[in-house]
């Protein structure tokens, strides 16, 4: 069964990311107040704030969790120009009759960007850990942490160009792959080429390449997300765009190519276009297993999809959230979340999967 609820955040301006934690009971959101709220689930009072604090002298774009291997720690990214990463301190004394908070300190600020860093996401739990972030530069930035008991100490390790403003980026889960990163761009200028491209390690000539670039895609990229691979013998990429485009990336460089310092080489296809939401699309978001794709748009909707045996991609379930709201509820911010509406000053979560199981 599908619910709706409505989160009062308290956020003094629009909200611009929301991201769940990676057993989904924790929850942060980010904003242009530059400051940063954690939710905790519990089933009696639903989600409450357990932290709220100013992280950036500027908007913050995106907020992400770390693997909780790693411990409690988010990284967030902003206009400011800067990305930071922060760590909880658990606070083991609670106020009778209230709710305990938790401190989060910074535990470093990453400032090598010369312009406002777009997106920042934490590489998969095999790789280390390992940070990468994004430019309206052009630029990517690989970081990694000397000691993953002293978080304060981060190494830039690579940095690269990718010749277009860079608005969102995403790791390939893939453990039998090497390292892979796509990368979207926000470029209005159609005559620009492809905005998706795609970059892997080189393990001989230890630098990040550019393998692919998806031409078929021409305008503005707000969000990419690779498919967690459980066993597929191909990669799926979702891109948020003026549609949602599914792709298969299979790899058809003969076996061993890679052992041999050779680079990837894909058939690229498109597996699904949609134009449900009838408005830009600005987040996506895959399920653990990469079987069912979240998006949401202008249109207040979230839509999950999922392929069928003869892979083809339909739409499961349509949400929406209560149309009982106040029209200020109901404004759609140009960044939506995968499971959320965000609003000015409200967070809109669904439950959804009970629905698309």
Known sequence: ??????IKSEHKDLIHDVSFDYHGRRMATCSSDQTVKVWDFDEANGWQCTASWKTHTGSVWRVTWAHPEFGQVLATCSFDRTAAVWEELSSDSSVRGGRSTNT?????????????????RFAPKHLGLQLATCSADGVVRIYE???????????LQF???????????SWN????????????????????????????????????QKVETIFMVTEPVHDVRFAPNLGRSYHLLAVASRDLTIFSLKNIRKEGANNSGGLS???????????DHESLVWR????????????SGDDGCVRLWKAN??????????????????EAERAVIHAPSFSNTPTLGSVRYNNSYSNAS
């Open 159 to 169: 940095e690269f160009n990718c010749n277009l403003s860079l608005s969102c980026l």
């Open 265 to 275: 080489k894909f058939e690229i296809r498109q597996v699904g276009g949609f134009d």
């Open 309 to 326: 045996y003869l892979d083809n991609w339909k739409c499961i379930s349509v949400l929406k959230a209560d149309s009982n709201a106040s």
């Open 104 to 120: 989060w300190l910074k535990r470093t600020s990453l400032v090598d960007s010369r312009t406002s860093v777009t997106d920042v």
């Open 1 to 6: 069964m599908f619910v709706a609820q409505t």
């Open 284 to 295: 996506v978001s895959w399920n653990i297993t990469g079987t069912i794709l979240a998006s």
């Open 173 to 208: 889960t893939a453990r039998m792959h090497p390292p892979m990163i796509a990368v979207g761009s926000d470029d209005p200028n159609q005559s620009a080429g492809g905005k998706v491209q795609i970059y892997e390690y080189n393990e001989t000539s230890h630098k990040w």
């Open 145 to 155: 942490a000397v000691d993953v008991m002293n978080l304060s100490n981060w190494q």
